[in-house]
């Protein structure tokens, strides 16, 4: 995968986390709350992947 795939789907995961975040928090559903949050930190792992492989080539 390239950099700009990488990053289209750390935006994907980031906005579906923040998503899961708003709506297990009026929910109150803690556990749907920490699905959203970490589906949010996984999309920002796949942002700075995407980053690396801008700056040193998608070989990696």
């Known amino acids: 995968m390239g950099e700009l795939t990488d990053k289209l789907k750390a935006a994907g995961n980031k906005a579906a986390g923040a998503a899961k975040e708003a709506v297990?928090?009026?929910?109150?559903?803690p556990a749907l709350e920490a699905e959203g949050?970490?589906?949010k930190?996984?999309?920002t792992?796949?942002?700075v992947k995407g980053s690396i492989k801008g700056a040193l080539g998608d070989d990696i």
Do not use: E, L, P, Y
């Not at 297990?24 to 559903?29: A, T």
């Open 24 to 29: 297990g928090r009026h929910q109150r559903d």
């Open 37 to 39: 949050r970490a589906q």
């Open 41 to 43: 930190a996984k999309g």
């Open 45 to 47: 792992a796949q942002n």
